[in-house]
């Protein structure tokens, strides 16, 4: 049952009519939950309360299905007024974004120089970006932009998956060039001849990935809500004596709060992945997907008034 309601989640958050809809709805069925406002001024806010509970944080100005150069390049502008409205507001907080909305499907090159205009206005703030990892048509070429963009940057990142076979290779690799790496378990649906379809696989390889990636010295962010995943790390870093400096946890707004502000109570860093904006709708659909469960508060906000 789970798996077939998955499997229509995230065939929805593929839908575009639907997506073209929910951005002149606003934030409805209960995705206020886990997006933090349609506005920067609002995101901010979220990310102060939760900067004053110990938590940094990353922010996500949400955006799908970008095919015009125009599109492209009012979202590079977007991203440039986030991490000002960061800079200025003095917040914890970096940035993450999508290669697809920096219009990847359109031109490499295009979104190339979009990247390094948002790279050196980091730079500038003196913040860190962090490219999110899409589905596996984009992830070759996300990793070939990054190791382009960081000739000149190092202040960018990636984030690999543990559903892919192919990435542990990717850790090694990135971990000799000292890339610091958010590592998942990866959202979106792939074929099996690219991805281990049993979750079980999929755990043991992303527990591959954290002892590689933190063996290597590198920076590592260890982004799950699992705790077994969470304890691994935790037994890991104690067995090794690993600095508590040389990674983080990361977690989703508004899910499994509680833990996050657990954790940094313990000592670890936690940083949360705030995403916000009116293109919510991908992002909510594939919460859904991780987890039918929620749509328990989907079909109850809906027959609220
Ligand atoms: P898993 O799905 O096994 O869940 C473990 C437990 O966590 C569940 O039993 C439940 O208790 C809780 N939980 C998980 N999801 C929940 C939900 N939606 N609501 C409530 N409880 C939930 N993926 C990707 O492909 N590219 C990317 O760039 C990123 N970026 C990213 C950033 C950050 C900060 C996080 C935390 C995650 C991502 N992801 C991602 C998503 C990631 O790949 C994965 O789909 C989700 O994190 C769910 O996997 P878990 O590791 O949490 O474990």
């Given at each position: 049952?789970?798996?077939?309601?998955?499997?229509?989640?995230?065939?929805?958050?593929?839908?575009q009519?639907?997506n073209?809809?929910?951005?002149?709805?606003?934030?409805?069925?209960?995705?206020?939950?886990?997006?933090?406002?349609?506005?920067?001024?609002?995101?901010?806010?979220?990310?102060?309360?939760?900067?004053?509970?110990?938590?940094?944080?990353?922010?996500?100005h949400l955006g799908e299905f970008v095919f015009s150069e125009q599109e492209a390049g009012e979202a590079a502008?977007y991203c440039?007024?986030?991490?000002?409205?960061?800079?200025?507001?003095?917040?914890?907080?970096?940035?993450?974004l999508k290669l697809t909305q920096l219009g990847l499907d359109i031109d490499?090159?295009l979104c190339?120089?979009h990247?390094?205009?948002?790279?050196?206005?980091?730079?500038?703030?003196?913040?860190?970006?962090?490219?999110?990892?899409e589905?596996?048509?984009h992830?070759?070429?996300?990793?070939?932009?990054?190791?382009?963009?960081?000739?000149?940057?190092?202040?960018?990142?990636?984030?690999?998956?543990?559903?892919?076979?192919?990435?542990?290779?990717?850790?090694?690799?990135?971990?000799?060039?000292?890339?610091?790496?958010?590592?998942?378990?990866?959202?979106?649906?792939?074929?099996?001849?690219?991805?281990?379809?049993?979750?079980?696989?999929?755990?043991?390889?992303?527990?591959?990935?954290?002892?590689?990636?933190?063996?290597?010295?590198?920076?590592?962010?260890?982004?799950?809500?699992?705790?077994?995943?969470?304890?691994?790390?935790?037994?890991?870093?104690?067995?090794?004596?690993?600095?508590?400096?040389?990674?983080?946890?990361?977690?989703?707004?508004?899910?499994?709060?509680?833990?996050?502000?657990?954790?940094?109570?313990?000592?670890?860093?936690?940083?949360?992945?705030?995403?916000?904006g009116?293109d919510?709708?991908g992002?909510?659909?594939?919460?859904?997907?991780?987890?039918?469960?929620?749509?328990?508060?989907?079909?109850?906000?809906?027959?609220?008034?």
């Amino acid at each position: 049952m789970e798996e077939w309601m998955k499997k229509v989640f995230l065939a929805l958050s593929k839908n575009q009519k639907l997506n073209k809809w929910a951005k002149k709805w606003g934030l409805r069925f209960g995705a206020n939950r886990v997006v933090a406002g349609e506005t920067i001024e609002e995101a901010i806010q979220k990310v102060r309360e939760l900067n004053q509970k110990g938590v940094c944080c990353t922010l996500d100005h949400l955006g799908e299905f970008v095919f015009s150069e125009q599109e492209a390049g009012e979202a590079a502008d977007y991203c440039i007024r986030t991490l000002e409205a960061i800079h200025v507001s003095k917040v914890d907080c970096n940035l993450s974004l999508k290669l697809t909305q920096l219009g990847l499907d359109i031109d490499k090159n295009l979104c190339l120089k979009h990247m390094r205009r948002i790279l050196q206005a980091a730079k500038d703030r003196k913040l860190f970006v962090r490219i999110d990892m899409e589905d596996y048509a984009h992830n070759q070429v996300t990793l070939d932009i990054l190791r382009e963009l960081r000739r000149d940057y190092l202040n960018v990142g990636t984030v690999i998956q543990a559903y892919l076979y192919k990435s542990q290779e990717d850790v090694r690799r990135l971990g000799k060039e000292r890339v610091g790496l958010r590592l998942v378990k990866g959202a979106y649906k792939e074929s099996g001849t690219v991805a281990f379809p049993n979750k079980a696989d999929v755990d043991e390889n992303f527990k591959k990935l954290i002892s590689l990636h933190l063996a290597s010295g590198s920076y590592t962010a260890v982004a799950t809500h699992d705790d077994a995943i969470i304890e691994y790390t935790k037994a890991l870093q104690k067995e090794k004596g690993y600095s508590l400096e040389q990674f983080e946890f990361q977690m989703l707004y508004g899910i499994r709060a509680a833990t996050q502000f657990e954790l940094a109570k313990q000592g670890y860093r936690v940083r949360v992945y705030v995403p916000f904006g009116n293109d919510w709708y991908g992002y909510f659909m594939r919460r859904l997907a991780e987890r039918p469960a929620n749509v328990a508060f989907v079909l109850k906000s809906f027959f609220r008034k």
